[in-house]
């Protein structure tokens, strides 16, 4: 498997991202192929779709104050953070554990860094439509047929450091399921699924890192990945079957469920 990291200019909200990463990829004489995927960050779409917003500025409320002086942040990012999320479960100094799009991720995925001063930079609005459309158009434009990923930085539980995941996909089964499959001993697997899309959102996480590489992309390449047309497989679970959820099940059951049909 090769990653092909795609270095761009600084991009502004309404930049052409296709043509940013088209332009790109001609300095360094990159030429998408079939079978290629694209990694592409969630800020990126964000930031085409003018998802970015000054806090600092915002007016907070009563429970904004009070959770920001709790959890060591500013008022006006505590708000924008209850304004975006599906649910608050509580929190650790600087970061605010939220259920989002039916992920658990910290403060809704709204994220201060590489962003100007006083603001932030939220997720996609629909970051499911946005693979899908951006995979449409790079193929009608390329001529090849690709798989997308859209990945930001997460938490593992009781891991230190963030790793890749995939917050939305198209093109491909994001999960392999492998029960029923034999391993190596002759065992059949039960519980077995395989997160390839996240974990191919962790390799090219490595490469674009979390400060000033410029590093928006990553091309990956004979991955071994099967593209498909179609691209509505579900990456989600209900919390009662999650390891980690089913502790507070009856908080979150109601709103997983709604992403997990989506």
């Not at 600084?10 to 990694?39: F, H, P, Q, T, Y």
């Not at 990126?44 to 429970?63: H, Q």
């Not at 499911?128 to 990945?151: N, S, T, W, Y």
């Not at 790793?163 to 996909?169: D, H, L, Q, R």
Request: proline share 5%; net charge positive; charged share 25%.
């Amino acid at each position: 498997m090769q990653l092909i990291p795609i270095k761009t200019p600084l991009i502004k909200v309404g930049d052409d991202i296709i043509e940013v990463l088209a332009n790109s990829m001609k300095r360094k004489k990159v030429r998408l192929k079939s079978g290629d995927i694209l990694v592409i960050s969630s800020k990126v779409i964000a930031l085409s779709e003018g998802r970015i917003i000054r806090y600092d500025i915002i007016k907070p409320s009563r429970r904004a104050y009070r959770l920001a002086k709790k959890y060591f942040l500013d008022a006006g990012f505590v708000e924008l953070v209850l304004r975006e999320a599906d649910e608050i479960f509580g929190g650790v100094p600087r970061a605010i554990l939220t259920l989002k799009n039916g992920i658990l991720v910290p403060n809704a995925g709204i994220d201060i860094s590489n962003a100007p001063q006083g603001h932030a930079i939220l997720w996609p609005k629909n970051p499911k439509a946005a693979a899908r459309k951006l995979k449409e158009e790079i193929e009608e434009k390329f001529g090849v047929k690709i798989g997308v990923i859209i990945a930001d930085s997460h938490c593992t539980p009781l891991r230190l450091g963030t790793t890749g995941i995939a917050i939305a996909t198209a093109g491909f089964k994001p999960v392999i399921d492998e029960r029923g499959k034999i391993d190596l001993f002759g065992n059949k697997l039960k519980i077995t699924l395989h997160a390839v899309a996240d974990d191919l959102a962790s390799a090219a996480h490595a490469i674009m890192g979390e400060t000033n590489k410029s590093i928006p992309a990553v091309l990956i390449r004979n991955s071994g990945i099967k593209l498909e047309n179609q691209d509505d497989y579900n990456m989600f679970m209900s919390p009662d079957k999650c390891l980690f959820s089913s502790i507070y099940i009856k908080k979150v059951k109601r709103l997983a469920l709604k992403y997990s049909r989506s």
